[in-house]
Nanobody, 118 residues
Framework: QVQLVESGGGLVQPGGSLRLSCAAS????????MAWYRQAPGNQRELVAT???????NYADSVKGRFTISRDNAKNTVYLQMNSLKPEDTAVYYC????????????WGQGTQVTVSS
């Protein structure tokens, strides 16, 4: 069982920045890929950014150039730096882990609310 704990959400004005953190209960070196998803009210959960154990990174078109995903293996933590935030970025942000040890298992964090509003 892998626990993922997100933090860093909150209320920010348009154009502002936030950094989300996702702390894993195991070494993230052993996790095949980690990602951030988000879900706004009435919408489906969507992929925001992914980072693999090999360092491959991908972003949704809607956040390219504004968001940066990174990892700190020593702290078993993945980050999402969000700059130039827009009201449409408002959502609950979830951390996700794709673990492939003997079998493939997916894990989710509890989510953290990000609200972009003036």
């Amino acid at each position: 069982q892998v626990q993922l704990v997100e933090s860093g959400g909150g209320l920010v004005q348009p154009g502002g920045s936030l950094r989300l953190s996702c702390a894993a209960s195991i070494s993230i070196r052993s996790i095949y890929a980690m990602a951030w998803y988000r879900q706004a009210p009435g919408n489906q959960r969507e992929l925001v950014a992914t980072i693999t154990s090999g360092g491959n990174i991908n972003y949704a078109d809607s956040v390219k150039g504004r968001f940066t995903i990174s990892r700190d293996n020593a702290k078993n933590t993945v980050y999402l730096q969000m700059n130039s935030l827009k009201p449409e970025d408002t959502a609950v942000y979830y951390c996700f882990a794709d673990v492939r040890v003997l079998i493939r298992t997916n894990y989710w964090g509890q989510g953290t609310q990000v609200t972009v509003s003036s």
